[in-house]
């Protein structure tokens, strides 16, 4: 079989940029689309996704060899604009989708997010089975949850292989989010007030931890998994209630 060849869609976030460097660092071909530019290394597309146009001919370029799209554009969580996020997230990723088939790409990584199952209550315990809240969160979550549905549906289609990965949230190298978002807190002199009584659990997942996940959910997407037994399924606990 030979190796794949990679696009990374927003390579240069956070994310995208450490998925970019572990596959540079194992010997991978890779370039990137995004709609600004913070490196040099690989080649650049430069495109907004939610330009149907601009991503089909950019992949179309790219395209000569990309065996494989690892899709990680979003805007950032928190945004009071949430239209954005559906133009982004869902018109967005079903014109990665379009011109992947259309290109004749083999795989699509998706990175989604641990929150489209969030509905503000305790979450244990649970794997991809639990379905998505009747109320979502906010904007982000929902068209994070439904981009997801529309990279899982599109599974089979013309031959691509679909899957989602869901971080919780991410730390580590050239996070722009969640440390600047806690430092301000200190720098505005919020850290005296607490919601709720202090023994609430987050996940957090390393940054390169989450690259990781990337490139292994892209080498086993076309690798055949023996489904288990419906036996071994129906003991696994939804939540803790079940
Ligand atoms: P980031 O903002 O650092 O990177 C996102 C990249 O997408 C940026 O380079 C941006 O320019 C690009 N982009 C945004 N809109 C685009 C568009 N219309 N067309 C082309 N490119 C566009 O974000 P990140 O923290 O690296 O997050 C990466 C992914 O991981 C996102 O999909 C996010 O939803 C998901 N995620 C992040 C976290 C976290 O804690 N950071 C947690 C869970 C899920």
Redesign the pocket.
């Known amino acids: 079989m030979p190796k794949d060849q990679y696009l990374v ?10 998925i970019v460097d572990q596959l540079r660092a194992r010997g991978d071909t890779v370039s990137v ?4 530019q ?1 490196y040099h290394d690989v080649p650049f597309y430069s ?5 149907d146009k601009q991503v089909a001919a950019a992949l179309k370029q790219a395209c000569s060899g990309t065996t494989c799209i690892i ?7 928190g945004l009071t604009d949430g239209s954005l996020y559906f ?3 869902v018109d ?1 990723t079903r014109a990665v989708i379009e011109a992947a088939v259309a290109c004749g790409v083999r795989k699509l990584v ?6 489209v199952v969030f509905n503000g209550g305790d979450i244990i315990d649970v794997d991809e089975r639990l379905p998505y809240p009747d109320v979502p969160l906010d904007a ?1 979550n929902d068209s ?1 949850a439904k981009a997801e549905a529309l990279v899982i549906a599109s599974n089979g289609k013309g031959g691509l292989l679909t899957v989602a990965l ?6 580590g190298p ?5 440390m600047t978002g806690l430092y301000q807190v200190y720098e505005n002199n919020q850290t005296h007030f607490q919601i709720g009584d202090n023994t609430n659990l987050f996940d ?2 390393y ?1 390169g931890n ?1 690259a990781r996940a990337h490139l292994l959910a892209a080498d086993k997407l076309d690798v055949p998994v023996p489904a288990p037994p419906l036996s071994t399924l129906d003991k696994l606990p939804l939540s803790p209630e079940e």
């Open positions: 869609i927003g390579g240069s976030g956070f994310l995208g940029r450490h689309f995004d709609i600004v913070r495109g907004d996704i939610t330009d899709h990680t554009a979003s805007p950032p969580a133009k982004v997230n967005g998706f990175t989604s997010s641990a929150g982000y994070k869901r971080p919780a949230g991410i730390f050239g996070d722009r989010q969640v957090w997942t940054v989450v």
